[in-house]
């Protein structure tokens, strides 16, 4: 079983940056085979939506909301992925969650979440 662990998130003022962090922990012969790490993200009341995602090997996507203000960078050797966001918007408000798995459909572990709470 791979655990995964967030930090990072918390209260900004609009304007304001964040950086998501999580750690995937388990044994070698469960994180070699995770080839896809994503952040999605639930805003009170709506549906979890993606964020971003990173394949091993392949283009990341940035979400049409975030995109321009938004970087994930992974690093499946010590199975990590960090976000990035920048000039953060009320809208960014939610809970983050990571994730990673086999496939970009078939995300098997997820972190807790974490809060980002962005005031205006």
């Known amino acids: 079983q791979v655990q995964l662990v967030e930090s990072g998130g918390g209260s900004v003022q609009a304007g304001g940056a964040l950086r998501l962090s999580c750690a995937g922990l388990?044994?070698?012969?469960?994180?070699?085979?995770?080839?896809?790490m994503v952040w999605y993200r639930q805003a009170p009341g709506k549906q979890r939506e993606l964020v971003a995602s990173?394949?091993?090997?392949?283009?990341?996507k940035i979400a049409d909301s975030v995109k321009g203000r938004c970087t994930i960078s992974g690093d499946y050797a010590k199975v990590t992925v960090d976000l990035q966001v920048n000039s953060l918007k009320p809208e960014d408000t939610g809970i983050y969650f990571c994730?990673?798995?086999?496939?970009?459909?078939?995300?098997?572990?997820w972190g807790q979440g974490i809060q980002v709470t962005v005031s205006s």
């Open positions: 994730g990673m798995g086999v496939t970009l459909t078939n995300i098997e572990y």
């Open positions: 990173i394949p091993r090997a392949q283009t990341t």
């Open positions: 388990g044994g070698i012969s469960m994180t070699a085979g995770i080839n896809a």
